[in-house]
């Protein structure tokens, strides 16, 4: 991608600006979000005009002015070239995501790890996916098989958008989604001992609800899809350095654990990567 952008902008930018441009950009359906290095984002419009010119079926083009950051997981973004508008659809394995950029997560580069779960996933399980966003983990399970998916989201802009997902993908009978904290939604009785399956996608924090989740797990077992970010010199020993942090966490509690799968979902800054751990956890 970053070749390409950078041939479309060869003797349009100079060519120490070209060097600088960072290696890609997200396609979210007709929507580019690119993030521009300080010293070359005097010439944001004329990336923005460029991209849009080139780009086949392009509407809008916005640059990222920050990482994503805060509870819901933001990312602040300027309209830089084409249609001002921050809602598009996005469509992967069949299945279509209403997104609003602006005001919920969502990121094109974790449809592998989508895949990947709703891969393994039976479909007798019910599963509970505690930071939903507009619902993607879950409409690309129930669409392959899962058969019952509980959502929970503290953005409201995210649960309106997961549940218009799952009526825009026929899965109203498969999946619910919940508005709030998952830490006091989950505190209810109704939920303990229930779930074959939870993924805490919330890699920043996901260690903090370890001890909600864990309870609302079938105790006879059930697996967990555990995220987190691991600060490592070389990728070569994320998953050892990940797994190692998962034993820290579990070191206290008295249940049985076995750790099934660990690996790089993707790299999210120099030397950072987001990481997946499955485990299967048993409380009897
Ligand atoms: C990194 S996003 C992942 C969203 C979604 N799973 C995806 O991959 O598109 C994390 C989500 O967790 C939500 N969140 C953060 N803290 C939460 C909490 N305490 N309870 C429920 N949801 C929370 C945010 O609003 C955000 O939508």
Request: hydrophobic letters at 40%.
């Given at each position: 991608?970053?070749?390409?952008?950078?041939?479309?902008?060869?003797?349009?930018?100079?060519?120490?600006?070209l060097?600088?441009?960072?290696?890609?950009?997200?396609?979210?359906?007709?929507?580019?979000?690119?993030?521009?290095?300080?010293?070359?984002?005097h010439?944001?419009?004329?990336?923005?005009?460029?991209?849009?010119?080139?780009?086949?079926?392009?509407?809008?083009?916005?640059?990222?002015?920050?990482?994503?950051?805060?509870?819901?997981?933001?990312?602040?973004?300027?309209?830089?070239?084409g249609?001002?508008?921050?809602?598009?659809?996005?469509?992967?394995?069949?299945?279509k995501?209403?997104?609003?950029?602006?005001?919920?997560?969502?990121?094109?580069?974790?449809?592998?790890?989508?895949?990947?779960?709703?891969?393994?996933?039976?479909?007798?399980?019910?599963?509970?996916?505690?930071?939903a966003?507009?619902?993607?983990?879950?409409?690309?399970?129930?669409?392959?098989?899962?058969?019952?998916?509980?959502?929970?989201?503290?953005?409201?802009?995210?649960?309106?958008?997961?549940?218009?997902?799952?009526?825009?993908?026929?899965?109203?009978?498969?999946?619910?989604?919940?508005?709030?904290?998952?830490?006091?939604?989950l505190?209810?009785?109704?939920?303990?001992?229930?779930?074959?399956?939870?993924?805490?996608?919330?890699?920043?924090k996901?260690?903090?609800?370890?001890?909600?989740?864990?309870?609302?797990?079938?105790?006879?077992?059930?697996?967990?899809?555990?995220?987190?970010?691991?600060?490592?010199e070389?990728?070569?020993?994320?998953?050892?350095?990940?797994?190692?942090?998962?034993?820290?966490?579990?070191?206290?509690?008295?249940?049985?654990?076995?750790?099934?799968?660990?690996q790089?979902?993707?790299?999210?800054?120099?030397?950072?990567?987001?990481?997946?751990?499955?485990?299967f956890?048993?409380?009897?």
């Amino acid at each position: 991608m970053s070749k390409y952008l950078k041939s479309l902008l060869r003797g349009i930018l100079p060519q120490n600006e070209l060097e600088m441009l960072y290696s890609s950009y997200d396609i979210i359906g007709d929507i580019a979000i690119i993030k521009i290095p300080e010293l070359v984002v005097h010439n944001k419009y004329v990336i923005g005009k460029t991209m849009l010119k080139n780009i086949k079926n392009l509407k809008t083009v916005l640059m990222q002015r920050n990482s994503v950051s805060g509870e819901y997981r933001l990312r602040e973004v300027e309209h830089i070239a084409g249609e001002e508008k921050y809602i598009t659809v996005y469509k992967e394995f069949g299945c279509k995501f209403l997104v609003n950029v602006a005001t919920s997560y969502f990121s094109p580069r974790l449809s592998t790890e989508r895949l990947r779960i709703a891969n393994i996933v039976d479909k007798n399980d019910i599963v509970l996916n505690m930071f939903a966003g507009v619902g993607t983990f879950s409409i690309v399970m129930a669409k392959k098989k899962s058969s019952k998916i509980f959502n929970v989201d503290s953005n409201l802009d995210a649960h309106i958008l997961s549940n218009l997902n799952t009526n825009l993908n026929g899965l109203k009978d498969r999946i619910v989604s919940l508005h709030g904290d998952a830490r006091k939604i989950l505190q209810s009785q109704e939920y303990k001992n229930k779930f074959d399956r939870i993924l805490l996608p919330l890699p920043e924090k996901a260690h903090e609800f370890l001890d909600i989740a864990v309870p609302c797990l079938k105790p006879s077992g059930g697996f967990l899809h555990f995220f987190s970010h691991i600060k490592s010199e070389t990728k070569k020993n994320v998953v050892s350095e990940s797994e190692k942090n998962i034993k820290r966490l579990f070191s206290k509690d008295d249940y049985d654990y076995q750790i099934t799968h660990t690996q790089v979902v993707r790299d999210v800054a120099p030397r950072i990567y987001q990481t997946v751990t499955d485990l299967f956890i048993m409380r009897e």
